[in-house]
């Protein structure tokens, strides 16, 4: 009795709401016309993954283009970089004989 009496009708009312609603949703959701939304919409999710991956493919391809022309320009800069030292080291090498050259013409 005193467990009769604990029992809420309230309580026992959304007990049953939820049970019945929930028995509805498995029936809906496994019904023909929803096997078919789930079907549409999987395919536009497979269509939008198409369209996404090649939207990154192209942003790849442009990185890799933009990455080997930074990398030319930098051998270049080195390669120009590298000439002004050679040229620098000749022309202190020709100035260091003609100074060779003068004292020895000097001294004689």
Known sequence: ?????KINGKHTGLFAA??????????VLSSKDA???YTKVTAAVLRA????LDVVSNIQENAQDI???????????????EAEEAEGQDEAEETAE?????TEEKAE
């Open 1 to 5: 009795m005193k467990l009769l009496k």
């Open 18 to 27: 939820g049970l019945l609603l929930g028995t509805a949703g498995v029936k």
């Open 35 to 37: 096997k078919n939304v």
């Open 49 to 52: 993954k198409d369209c996404v």
């Open 67 to 81: 990455y080997a022309g930074a990398q030319q320009i930098n051998d270049d800069r080195a390669a120009a970089n």
């Open 98 to 102: 003609a100074e060779k050259n003068e």
